[in-house]
């Protein structure tokens, strides 16, 4: 480890928060798509571990985290049980949610390049596979469920950019041998933060600079 | 191994039993899509091969079977010269391929779990991996169709559910020293009848709780 | 290395060059499909990078080189810049983007071969590993858009083709000793060729045998 962010036992119980909240959005996707129960937790795996499993690989980490941690893989079927039976609630507390899936946005950018960068990534990579296993879930979710990824779409409000801010602090920080509990904690609640805003007041990225006239007819 | 299932040249044929009619269904997909013929061979190995691919990255198999078994990567060729000429046959015997198809389920998820025991991972994430084999390749095909995948619907007999008895049967018999031939066998018997039972009664996974009144107009 | 197919430096301006064009392809499919300039980012480091990605997790060249060389990583952001900025003078120049293409998938295919082959693949596995890195970020790129891979589509030029043309001939010369700086580079030349000439006359590959007259109605 570059450092341990918390004490392990902290460290994983926040993993697996991250790891439930992402496995809800996958199973309130699936519910939306009229899936079947086996649908949701697929889904809802997918969502959770995709873009952990994404990092491992690429690093070499095999078997992945996801395939190693029974805790890890159990939760997304806990959340999937909730969603099944209490789905018009969850929808109800969808704000929640956001709010649960921003902090697991946070903590994924910031471990995701920690764990790349002690697999002899460098500070570039590094960050830029800590982005990815952030966001990789939902990018896999949205494929399988067939609709292109929210990710990728202008009419979304920014959700890529907490991610890389928290990875490229994470990055900087370790580059100056200032990555601790402290600053790691920081890059997690800056992009979490990042990330609240960019919902509070739509924030959204640019499209190419010709484009924008023509768009607004055909959005 | 664990154990031999078979004895080696049987296991072998039996694999690219399971490889061909895989691919028979990538194949035949890929002339419903009205694909040309090299998106139909293009579909025919990811179908056959995707499933084993993705279990082989995971647990750190390179370079994959798919690629270093000359019969496996050229198998699904031969199937799609078969779909390429005969498709109207091929559509009639459509059952045919069902059965088929439910076979290399069967035989998939119990080798499938038990190449994932051999490198090293758990009980339950080998019988995760074995399903995942198992079903992989079909979801690998409808997502290059960009298709929701048939194993997410819920308008669709059960699929998943054949592949998880399967491999939770190969691993209960692993974990009790009980794996052999016989009860390998059966265990692929079990998925294998629980598929096609699936089919003939249209068994169906049920939807999120509350989503029961209002799918039935939508879907 | 097999060979040195040229001096490095010479070999690694190419690949930039390949990567470069395709990553304006997939920075042009973000335009069209209306995504925002991090989502047309992606789509270029995914059509670049995915290729070569796939192949270095398959033959376990990990970290694949999409992370360990900051320059491949770098270029895909200035061809979304380039885009971003300038999208309809680069639409204008589609036909020059797409001998650019041609000329990446020529190169992928060549390089994609011989890394394989190095690896310890066997020859027949090598091309088949050598074809998917030259036309796997394409895949990547539409299945991400949510697009049927135009590789798949029977109503565009050949484009699998020219570059399982390009592999085979490099795995015939590595086959019989005979690659070098000069078969490899007509290797590459082959496949550029192929694919010129493929746009220029549409020339397309046929669908399942008795689609054809069906499907005239349908496409």
Redesign the interface.
């Known amino acids: 480890m570059v450092v341990e962010l918390f004490r392990p036992s902290v460290q994983h119980v926040l993993d697996l928060v991250g790891i439930f909240v992402f496995a809800i959005s996958g199973a309130l996707l ?2 939306r ?8 937790a ?2 809802a795996e997918v969502t959770a571990l995709g873009g952990g ?1 994404f990092r491992d ?4 980490a ?3 985290a996801a ?2 941690d ?1 805790a890890s ?1 159990v939760t997304p079927f806990v959340a999937t049980a909730l ?6 609630q969850v929808e109800r507390i969808q704000a929640g949610v956001y709010v649960f899936d921003a902090a697991g946005l946070g903590l994924f950018c910031v471990t995701g390049t920690t764990k790349a960068y002690e ?4 500070l ?2 590094s960050a ?2 800590g982005t990815a296993t952030a966001v990789g879930g939902g ?1 896999l979710r949205d ?7 929210s ?4 009419d979304r409000d920014l959700y ?2 907490p991610a890389i801010a928290g990875a490229a602090t994470t990055a900087l920080c370790v580059r100056f041998g200032a990555f601790g509990a402290l600053t790691g904690t920081l890059a997690a609640l800056f992009a979490f933060l990042l990330r609240l805003f960019a919902m509070r007041y739509h924030w ?8 924008r006239s023509e ?1 607004t007819e ?2």
């Not at 690989?57 to 070499?60: H, P």
């Not at 697999?119 to 460098?122: A, K």
């Not at 959204?204 to 484009?211: D, K």
């Open positions: 699936a519910v798509k009229n899936f079947d129960v086996f649908g949701m697929v889904l499993l690989l690429v690093i070499g095999v078997p992945p395939f190693t029974l893989f969603v099944f039976f209490l789905h018009p697999y002899g990534l460098g570039t990579a830029a596979l990018v494929v399988l469920a067939n609709e292109v990824p990710l990728l779409r202008w890529a950019v959204r990225a640019p499209r190419a600079w010709h484009r768009a055909e959005a």
